[in-house]
């Protein structure tokens, strides 16, 4: 479809592992923006790209986590060394401008176990 | 600190009646306010948004309040159809980082057929 696709729908790792995300934006738009949604909680902010560059990764929690976006289209999420508490909905939406709306995928759910 | 609170969990209403969903936050510097509709298995969909200058904005069956001297919202939706059963948030922006959402944890808006 043309909306934003991520991939994989469901993640469960062991504590200790490491995971990618992925995220597909929609074709054109050159923010792309990863959320975190942890369970009874709303969207927490993660980190803002334009074009390639990391805007913003001020949302980031640790060094754990680190996200590239080496041709301006695709992205990724790296998480290395999971915990229990990176259990969440990881989001990724893209947008056309800077704060323009928020097209949003259905979100990856990762399960630390 | 949650700078932006949806202090119901869940609502219920009457197909045709009015659904009244509330937000409010803590932080003066907002500028600007969205609502998202979010249904299972699906990431957040825009809905209707308001910037400071506004204190009402309509489109269609929705319309947002804003009182920011009281530094709350709402959303209302009315009728009320069965299709809007889904967990709508609150959120909001600042123009010194306006591509960075903070998010209410959300109310679940049950229709009632």
């Known amino acids: 479809g043309a909306g934003v696709s991520q991939t994989p729908s469901n993640k469960v790792t062991e504590k200790g592992k490491y995971v990618e995300l992925r995220c597909d934006p929609i074709s054109g738009h050159t923010a792309l923006y990863w959320y975190r949604q942890s369970l009874g909680q709303g969207p927490e902010f993660l980190i803002y790209f334009q074009g390639t560059g990391a805007a913003d990764d001020s949302g980031l929690p640790n060094d754990r986590f680190f996200a590239v976006r080496p041709e301006g289209s695709v992205s990724t999420l790296k998480i290395q060394r999971t915990e229990r508490g990176d259990s969440a909905v990881y989001l990724c939406?893209?947008?056309?401008?800077?704060?323009?709306?928020?097209?949003f995928g259905e979100g990856s759910r990762l399960t630390v176990l | 600190d949650q700078q932006v609170k949806q202090n119901s969990p869940s609502l219920s209403v009457q197909e045709g009646r009015i659904s009244i969903l509330n937000c409010d936050y803590t932080?003066?510097?907002?500028?600007?306010f969205l609502w998202y509709k979010k249904y299972p298995a699906e990431g957040p969909t825009f809905l209707i948004s308001?910037?400071?200058i506004k204190d009402k904005n309509e489109d269609g069956r929705f319309t947002v309040f804003l009182n920011k001297s009281a530094k709350h919202l709402s959303l209302h939706i009315v009728p009320s159809q069965p299709g809007d059963s889904a967990v709508y948030f609150c959120?909001?922006?600042?123009?010194?980082?306006?591509?960075?959402?903070?998010w209410g944890a959300g109310t679940k808006l049950i229709i009632k057929p």
């Open positions: 939406a893209s947008s056309t401008t800077l704060a323009g709306e928020l097209f």
């Open positions: 959120a909001a922006s600042h123009m010194d980082s306006n591509y960075q959402l903070i």
């Open positions: 932080n003066s510097m907002f500028d600007y």
């Open positions: 308001i910037s400071s």
